[in-house]
């Protein structure tokens, strides 16, 4: 089992900057990667940026060179920075944790948090 907290969603403008962060606690170390996905109202959920284990990182081609995904090992969080903020960010963000073993993968999900980017 892996519990993932989230904080840093908020209100703020276009063009602005908001960080997230997501703290995993549990089975970490079976962790094989980390991500962030948003949900905006009446949309399916998206990946937004992810970060392996081994620290390869992928992005959704609407974020990249805005947002950067990063993590600290030593306080098992990931953090989503994200810059030049748009309305269309305007979701509720929710980070994953994936693990993978020989029986089948699993996926862990924080409660969620608001991101609201007003024009």
């Known amino acids: 089992q892996v519990q993932l907290v989230e904080s840093g969603g908020g209100l703020v403008q276009a063009g602005g900057s908001l960080r997230l962060s997501c703290t995993a606690s549990?089975?970490?170390?079976?962790?094989?990667?980390m991500g962030w996905y948003r949900q905006a109202p009446g949309k399916q959920r998206e990946l937004v940026a992810r970060?392996?284990?081994?620290?390869?990182?992928n992005y959704a081609d609407s974020v990249k060179g805005r947002f950067t995904i990063s993590r600290d090992n030593a306080k098992n969080t990931v953090y989503l920075q994200m810059n030049s903020l748009k309305p269309e960010d305007t979701a509720v963000y929710y980070c994953?944790?994936?693990?993978?073993?020989?029986?089948?993968?699993?996926?862990?999900w924080g409660q969620g948090t608001q991101v609201t980017v007003s024009s």
């Open positions: 994953n944790a994936y693990r993978a073993f020989i029986a089948g993968s699993y996926d862990s």
């Open positions: 549990g089975s970490i170390a079976s962790i094989n990667a």
């Open positions: 970060i392996t284990f081994g620290g390869i990182t």
